[in-house]
């Protein structure tokens, strides 16, 4: 591939220029000291393109998903990363160049991408039924192997899900299963309306349900309680018609009310009550449960705009007005009339706050992100802190890694044994500027602020991408995917 016919872009250069390698390393050099009661598996996925297009603009979000996965042990940390080889991948690697639009753009496809689908299997990495899975929100999972990373191929549930699967399904702990939406389940140039799943711990369907939808819209997320389920659609629409006729395909639509479909976790299309609330951008969630009134409390990262996409007359709003803060939102389902109720929990300007997951639909007090205090545009240039939120009180543990660096998505790890969500560590990957390497950050969960407290040093520049997951040796989802129960 001849680079200098590939057009400039943001998310080909600094911290997201691509490698375009495998690696295996057996045992990483260790800086401080790793603690022997931290054993699991650390996951990111991430967009690492193949080929990038050479005609049109590119986006983050579109690159071929790249696996890396980090075993750690007795102090010793190995690692592997391995592209996820879709049909899409096979397809372009077999002609050695690019063949589909940006983001599966129909417009400017190469002809010989017709039949083949569009699926990068790049934003998020989930063990679940005993296998794992990559995840991107317009096609089914594709199944990797857990220890090799070699692609198995989609996973469809027998048939079932054959369209689309969310990048953010809700493993409930509690009860093993696994919570899922599928969006735009008719195309994007169908009806509006998305698949409902629920799988058992093992990964059986036990659920499913078309539910409408109010617009087409990139619905990333979804909230889960341990009664509830609420599908939140934004102001942002997706349009082919739009697209067609020469405008953004996926647009703000300035003044459009965002829209909170409520359903019972066991209801029905029949049972969602859709509510109006203030226009708001939000892709991602700490934790969402129910409180002693049965409110839906739901902590989320959520702005007033957006910066990812234009509006629907192509202008571009900075990132400086649509930095997004922990927020909030407070949902009663009984209330005759539609209202959010929404707080500040914290102002720093945040992306991917998760929980200890383990706590996932029920009430959790510790929110983990990845800031950003010195970047211009963190998703550019790189969130550079990493931070803990004490939900409860506001009050912030932070961590600053200096400016110029990029911090990836904060993950608590619990310890072997761990018994409460600040019982364990925090691990993120970080690269700081111009450095050839690389490095799994460790924390102390409750003291942030102290620093890593040791790293697993990569000899190389790990990209930036998108999003991760921990599983201790003694969880159950562990447990099950290695055949350690």
Known sequence: MDATLVRESPFLTGHHQPNRMEVDAPDLVIRGRLPDDLAGVFYRNGAEPLYPPTDEDYHWFDGDGMVYAFFISDGRVSMRNRWVRTDKFLLEQGEGRRLFGVLGNPMTADPKSHGTRYNTANTNVIIHGGKLLALMEGAPPVALDPRTLDTLGEETYGGLITTTFSAHPKVDYSTGELINIGNAVHGLGGEAVIRYDVLDFDGAPVVTELIPVPHMTMLHTFFVTENWVVFPVMPLEISLQRLLSGGPMTAWVPDRPSKLGLMPRRGTAADVRWIEVEPRHMLHEANVWEDEQGRIVADVAAAEGTALFPDVNGNRAGHAETRQSLRRWTIDPKAKSDSLNEEIVNDRDIQFPRPDDRLMARR??????????????????????????????????????????????????????????????ALTLVHRKDSPESELAVFDAANIADGPIATAVIPFRIPSGFHCNYYSVDGPLYRQAFGTA
């Open 364 to 425: 959790s007090r510790q929110a983990f992100a990845n800031s950003n205090l010195n970047s211009h545009d963190g998703r550019v240039e790189g969130m550079d802190s990493a931070l803990r939120v004490d939900t409860a009180t506001g009050a912030e543990d932070l961590y600053h890694f200096g400016a110029g660096t990029a911090v990836g998505e904060l993950i608590f790890a619990p310890r072997i044994g761990s018994t409460h969500e600040l019982d364990g560590y």
